[in-house]
């Protein structure tokens, strides 16, 4: 059956694709954001393991005493 194009179809078409692409972005960043927390979790921060006194005795090498040992 033949129809008039009144330009309806291609904005529904439009709309179902913009939907689509957003939804994409979204997992997207939740999926970085999720991959980026577990990374954060993994690394040791070691500036909080070991501490520098510049006048207590770290020794004549001068390497970090750990937290507690002077």
């Not at 129809?3 to 529904?12: K, T, W, Y």
């Not at 689509?20 to 954060?40: E, G, M, P």
């Amino acid at each position: 059956m033949w129809q008039r194009n009144n330009g309806q179809a291609e904005e529904e078409l439009q709309i179902k694709f913009t939907g689509y692409l957003i939804q994409a972005v979204r997992r997207t960043q939740r999926d970085y954001l999720k991959a980026l927390y577990a990374y954060s979790n993994q690394e040791t921060l070691t500036d909080t393991i070991f501490a520098r006194e510049p006048d207590a005795g770290a020794g004549s090498d001068g390497a970090a005493a750990p937290l507690g040992e002077h």
